[in-house]
């Protein structure tokens, strides 16, 4: 910013016309200047000394003092705080001795002005005391040198070295300008949430500007940039978190300290979130290859020992077509190894160069685990020795990992591997979610289990792995290691972040969320429209058949349901029950329950279960009816054991509309794992939503019409009728749930 003019006015100048510079700059004065040598703390001590010259001249509003004419300090304060550090050998004989400084400030080697503090006693010597004057209107836009001289009531000291200042009170017009080639302000849609791009900011005609300030979608400006020379350009990297507008707000801080205000200085917008750049699905069911579904020409080549097995997401076949539907697409089973075991080993190669491991990435991968006996490796992607990042188990701690390698160099431990373990161990034979990203930006990398942050750790040796993502195994040391044992399905890659927050208003969950929750896995059908026998047939491809506990002759062929015109199964309320050999849903992680019930009118006010999974002493979950309040309800029991669980202990959410009974109602119950939050619909409305601190996993069957509690089965038991039971892992969407109260399956793709 150009300084401005200045004309004196005769009264600004009156008190420097009465001391004109005879010889030096600034030093004519009515006393003669006596040269003080600087403070000595040894030697003799002298009563009646002159004070010694003060030292560490500062003003408290801009800094310490500046030397260099060609460099002064720069302040937006017109009558700043003078200070001086002061010294008196007469201190130490007589323990008292009070001084005054007298400050004096000068331009173009006249005195302007002056002030002088009050008198104190000074510190007893060697020690010294700071003492402070206040100015008033020192002139802007001009050089100005000021000193400091010390008084003891007799003599003054000799004359501090001059400090410089300039002051300017003028605030920048505007805030930096700001420019970028990766997300350009041209009403274009640029880039996706999650990836970065590098700014520049720009002075915009502030030649002094100190600092830039800016807030990102945002108006707090309290992020703070700073060039290397003033009035330069600073370059950053900012990673959208949103589609659609993003805006950057900034002002600019001068050399003087004065801050332009905060204002939008871009926008800019952004597109919806990109697609993976690979992404491998392993829905092919049969043959030796899984294709890339970005890209058909490329994709993993299957060894012979990798089986094909049912899957946790993926490709669904038609029932209207396929008598024996596939519901949950297929994924691949790698034996991996037994620590110290020699190979073969089952392998998956790919020709898949995804992404530059040194920039921002993200991965994900489904898996479930045989056994926990070594480190194995899921995901990687290798360099010539070494895996650049590798997602999986670790064994030392029996926990999941994501680790990053400091170099593709021989690995000797000198340094370490960067590493971010989950906070739980790691369960074997679970269809488990992970995920990994790094962010280039800042050196994070974070680890996500099941939907749940688990940690995160800063990678500070960044380097980008040339070769090819590697399934089922990591590379360490040059050589292939740490087999996977265990199902492996829908791996997917990015070359930006994967975000844990929603990336536009018109989405309510975000993409962390989604991969682990969204794609809902059908576990078990049962339409119960059997018309005769004791065995109840899963029309899921899972195959988890049920057994009537009951007479058929009264269960079948009784129950119509008027609303989807299909015949359901008639309950006696007297034990009578449908029950799987087997646990249908892993009741720890996230799940939906569905089913059309009636309940009796002579039922009223006794609770009745119509749905739920029995552990070895109780239920873990229950949907079905509370006599005590009259609603539909879900609920959590609060653990497993042979006590009864206290009523303070249970997570329960009711209804709010009245109860019909006699009637056939839709009921859907949700346990969201990554959330921790159970929710409750009827007629495929939401009707309660709360949190939930607890979740366990009941291992026994899935029952229909009843439920366990304190180890005893009859318990709950349902009067009236109950059709087309759904169970699926995940969080049905209300899109879903509509499709499933019409008696289909919900889309269960991501």
């Not at 100005?144 to 010390?150: D, L, T």
């Not at 190979?343 to 998956?348: L, V, Y």
């Not at 990591?474 to 044992?485: E, K, R, T, V």
Request: glycine share 10%.
């Amino acid at each position: 910013m150009p300084y401005r003019a200045r004309v004196w006015s005769a009264a600004v100048l009156a008190p420097a016309l009465l001391f004109p510079v005879l010889s030096t700059p600034a030093h004519a004065e009515q006393e003669p200047v006596s040269e003080t040598p600087a403070v000595s703390t040894t030697g003799p001590v002298i009563e009646g000394s002159t004070p010694e010259t003060p030292v560490e001249l500062s003003d408290f509003h801009g800094g310490a003092c500046s030397s260099d004419p060609d460099a002064p300090l720069l302040i937006n304060e017109v009558a700043p705080n003078f200070t001086a550090y002061v010294h008196d050998r007469d201190s130490t004989s007589s323990g008292r001795q009070k001084v005054k400084t007298e400050f004096a400030w000068f331009v173009d080697g006249f005195r302007i002005g002056g002030a002088e503090s009050p008198s104190t006693d000074v510190a007893v010597w060697s020690s010294g005391s700071f003492q402070s004057a206040d100015s008033s209107g020192l002139p802007e836009d001009v050089l100005i040198a000021y000193r400091a001289r010390v008084h003891d009531g007799t003599s003054w000291s000799g004359w501090s070295s001059d400090c410089y200042l300039k002051v300017n009170t003028s605030r920048p017009d505007q805030g930096p300008a700001v420019t970028s080639t990766d997300y350009l302000a041209d009403g274009m849609a640029h880039g996706s949430p999650g990836l970065p791009g590098e700014f520049t900011f720009s002075n915009n005609g502030v030649d002094t500007a100190e600092d830039y300030h800016y807030g990102f979608n945002d108006d707090s400006c309290t992020t703070k940039v700073t060039p290397s020379t003033q009035g330069g350009s600073v370059t950053l990297a900012l990673t959208p978190r949103q589609e659609g507008p993003n805006w950057i707000y900034a002002r600019t801080v001068d050399g003087f300290g004065n801050s332009s205000d905060c204002v939008l200085v871009y926008s800019f917008l952004v597109a919806p979130p990109s697609d993976p750049v690979a992404h491998i699905g392993f829905d092919e069911g049969e043959g030796n290859r899984a294709v890339d579904a970005i890209d058909p020409d490329r994709g993993a080549t299957l060894s012979d020992g990798v089986d094909w097995v049912r899957g946790r997401v993926g490709t669904t076949d038609n029932p209207d077509t396929n008598p024996t539907p596939r519901m949950n697409g297929t994924a691949v089973h790698t034996s991996g190894y037994t620590d110290g075991a020699p190979g073969p080993f089952d392998e998956i190669d790919t020709d898949l160069l995804t992404v530059d491991t040194s920039g921002t990435f993200s991965v994900s991968v489904w898996v479930k685990l045989d056994h926990a006996d070594a480190d194995h490796t899921v995901v990687a992607q290798e360099g010539a020795r070494q895996s650049a990042f590798r997602l999986g188990y670790d064994d030392d701690s029996g926990r999941w990992a994501f680790e990053m390698s400091p170099e593709d160099e021989y690995w000797d431990g000198s340094r370490p591997w960067g590493s971010v373990l989950s906070s739980e161990a790691a369960e074997v034979d679970v269809w488990t979610h992970l995920l990994g990203t790094h962010d280039s930006r800042t050196g994070e990398f974070i680890l996500y289990v099941d939907g749940v942050e688990q940690g995160e750790a800063t990678h500070t040796g960044g380097w980008n792995a040339t070769g090819p993502l590697t399934v089922g195994r990591g590379l360490f040391q040059g050589i292939g290691d740490h087999y996977w044992p265990g199902a492996i399905d829908d791996i997917r890659v990015w070359d930006r972040m994967v975000h844990d927050q929603a990336v536009s208003d018109h989405e309510l969950e975000n993409e962390v969320w989604r991969l682990a929750n969204r794609p809902v896995s059908p576990e078990g059908r049962w339409t119960l429209d059997e018309y005769d026998g004791t065995q109840v047939a899963d029309s899921t491809d899972r195959g988890l058949d049920a057994t009537l506990h009951g007479d058929p002759l009264t269960a079948w062929n009784f129950a119509e349901n008027d609303v989807t015109f299909s015949p359901g199964v008639r309950l006696n309320g007297d034990g009578e029950h449908i029950e799987t050999s087997g646990p249908a849903l892993r009741t720890d992680r996230s799940f939906s329950v569905a089913a059309w019930v009636r309940l009796d009118e002579t039922a009223q006010g006794a609770d009745a279960t119509a749905v739920s999974q029995s552990g070895q002493y109780q239920s873990a979950f229950h949907l079905g009816y509370q006599g005590s309040n009259g609603g539909w309800t879900f609920k959590l029991s609060p653990h497993d054991d042979s006590s009864a669980p206290g009523s303070e202990g249970w997570s329960r959410i009711y209804s709010t509309t009245p109860t019909l009974l006699g009637e056939w109602t839709h009921l859907v119950g949700v346990y969201d794992h990554t959330r921790k939050e159970m929710v409750l619909y009827v007629n495929g409305l939401e009707e309660a939503r709360t949190s939930v601190d607890h979740a366990w996993h009941a291992e026994g069957g899935l029952r229909i019409g009843g439920a366990r509690h304190q180890g005893v089965n009859d318990h709950y038991h349902w009067t009236g009728d109950i059709d087309d039971v759904h169970v699926y892992q995940g969080v049905l969407s209300e899109r879903d749930i509509n499709r499933v109260y019409m008696g289909e399956f919900p889309n269960i793709q991501i």
